[in-house]
């Protein structure tokens, strides 16, 4: 048990909704990073919030947001979903930045 | 983009024999570089680490090696054993910190 939570484990959607995935980082921890892991592009960078702040950006479509919130918890927000946003995705944590990240349980999104 | 690359995909290996795990990475800037490895089901496990500043560091039964001249990457498990089983990967950081992840090689041990 890596000490970050993620809820739900899994979600079941159609497409064009919007969902919200939820993570709790490790105590103390003030990074949160999200990723995405699909079977045909591996496990991608989304984002990254640092004690509240966008830190960094990686391949994060339009569609989707996220933020930090002062209790450091973080939410994914993924709107007007397409089949291909299936997959699993991850939240991490760290101390700072450039830190060892520990990664939450991921939660498994299937849109039909 | 930059990216990270692992030689197999698969790799096979008697329990008790020592694996060797390979990873290719093609940004000469890259200071810092991981090795997860994820089990079914779960959620990528941090394995070990290494800066750029470094060629060599040991962990519990894990080493990790870092060639910068060929821009290669290799993780070495000693007397690999049937938990050692799942899929690795090999991460790089880039100047803003964002980590870029090789495809994984899926270990399987054979008893």
């Known amino acids: 048990d890596s000490g970050v939570t993620q809820t739900p484990k899994h979600l079941i959607t159609a497409t064009g909704q919007r969902v919200t995935l939820r993570c709790s980082p490790r105590s103390g921890d003030l990074s949160v990073y999200w990723y995405q892991q699909s079977l045909d592009q591996g496990l991608q960078f989304l984002i990254q919030y640092y004690n509240g702040e966008e830190r960094a950006k990686g391949n994060i479509l339009e569609r989707f947001s996220a933020q930090q919130f002062p209790d450091l918890h973080s939410e994914l927000n993924l709107s007007s979903l397409e089949l291909g946003d299936s997959a699993l995705y991850f939240c991490a944590s760290s101390p700072t930045t450039l830190d060892e990240q520990f990664f939450g349980p991921g939660t498994r999104l299937t849109v039909l | 983009g930059e990216s990270v690359g692992l030689h197999l995909p698969t790799l096979s290996v008697q329990e008790g024999d020592n694996s060797i795990i390979n990873c290719a990475y093609s940004n000469s800037a890259s200071d810092y570089f991981i090795w997860y490895k994820q089990e079914s089901g779960k959620g990528p496990q941090f394995i070990i680490d290494i800066r750029s500043n470094m060629d060599k560091r040991q962990g519990q039964r894990v080493t990790v090696l870092l060639n910068k001249t060929v821009k290669h990457l290799s993780l070495q498990i000693a007397a690999t054993q049937p938990g050692d089983s799942a899929v690795y990967f090999c991460?790089?950081?880039?100047?803003?910190?964002?980590?870029?992840f090789g495809a994984g090689t899926t270990v399987t041990v054979r008893a």
């Open positions: 991460a790089e950081t880039l100047n803003d910190y964002k980590l870029s």
